[in-house]
């Protein structure tokens, strides 16, 4: 008797595994679209962090070379991105957003560079207080204008 009940439930649970894998459920367009913050912050806390860390070097030690494998690296997230809000729906503002920032993000990279070149061709023996290849100034900027354009992207836009 026992043996019967337990093929019975056994039989039971086969049929209802078999019908449950053989529905598929769409989730609501609502949830699917939800937009997830997470790639944006992950993004955000990098930039975050390289600029942080810019600013800890005195101005007139911040070589270009130093930095040259994170810019790399921060560019590469950037451009990934701004491909993956291409492949969420109705996302044309985030978009826009990221290959701003991504372009934004290239523009402040040659600048280093270009600058720590002309920095370190200068005749200048010691150059002003705050003064180098990446002033103080600048890096509050870019960092400030990151931290607006990525919390534009992270935050969800209203249907």
Known sequence: M???????????????????????????ASVAAQHDPEPYLVIAKLIDSFYSALKEQ????????????????????????????????????????ASQASTFWQTYQQQHQSRWEAFVNS???????GQGAYPNTLIQEHQARFIRLISAMATPTSP
């Open 2 to 28: 026992l043996i019967k009940i337990k093929r019975q439930c056994q039989c039971a649970c086969v049929g209802l595994l078999l019908l449950l894998s053989a529905c598929h459920v769409t989730p609501p």
């Open 123 to 129: 005749t200048a023996l010691q150059p002003a207080e």
């Open 58 to 97: 005195p101005p007139e030690q911040r070589r270009y070379a130093d930095w040259h494998e994170q810019y790399q690296q921060i560019g590469i997230e950037l451009r990934n991105l701004v491909l993956r809000t291409r492949l969420q729906p109705a996302n044309s503002e985030s978009v826009a957003l």
